[in-house]
């Protein structure tokens, strides 16, 4: 770790400072939520654009009755995922797991508990089935799906898609 002292802050799990970097994830992505996508969420072949189901709610109340936007949380994913797949060249299963890490991890520093939140997404993933997938984006990554080998709903999502 050239240049950095010991007890620098940067070092440090520090959830504040990953609260700012999501910001500026944030701002630099192109958020869509007009579009169906299976599995709640995914992204352009670009890497411009994340894409968040058009039916998944914005809010959810944790087990103390307080109420979360999760969307943010989604685009970490999103992009850590798609960085992963083009810039390190690992499968999507490998990459998804290392998303899901920062993705609890921000979770959590937003101090919402990971097992609400956790419940809450598996709700929305089981409801999520083929038969409502109607508008699928032309331009969205195809490469979890394929990796999944997931033949049915490559074919279902290609038919769904639109400009």
């Keep these: 770790m050239s ?20 910001k500026e994830v944030l701002a630099q992505v192109h958020l869509d939520r007009e579009h169906d996508i299976p599995y709640l969420a995914g992204y352009s072949v ?6 968040i189901d058009r039916h998944l709610q914005k809010v959810f109340t944790d087990h103390q009755g307080h ?3 999760v969307d943010k949380f ?4 999103e992009t850590v995922e798609k960085a992963m797949i083009d810039c390190r060249k690992l499968h999507y299963q490998h990459a998804h797991q ?11 520093a937003a101090g919402i508990e990971w097992r609400d939140y ?18 699928v984006p032309m331009n969205l990554d195809l490469t ?3 990796d999944e080998n997931d ?13």
């Design 118 to 135: 956790d419940r809450f997404m598996q709700q929305w993933i089981k409801r999520a089935d083929s038969g409502k997938i109607t508008r």
């Design 144 to 146: 979890p799906y394929l």
């Design 74 to 77: 989604l685009v970490l994913h």
């Design 151 to 163: 033949g049915e709903l490559i074919k279902v999502m290609q038919k769904a898609m639109v400009e």
């Design 98 to 108: 290392i998303a899901l890490r920062a993705e609890e991890a921000a979770v959590r």
């Design 46 to 51: 670009d890497g411009s654009k994340i894409y």
């Design 67 to 69: 109420q979360h936007e």
């Design 3 to 22: 240049g950095h002292h010991r007890d620098s802050n940067d070092t440090l799990v520090n959830g504040r400072m990953l609260i700012a970097a999501i």
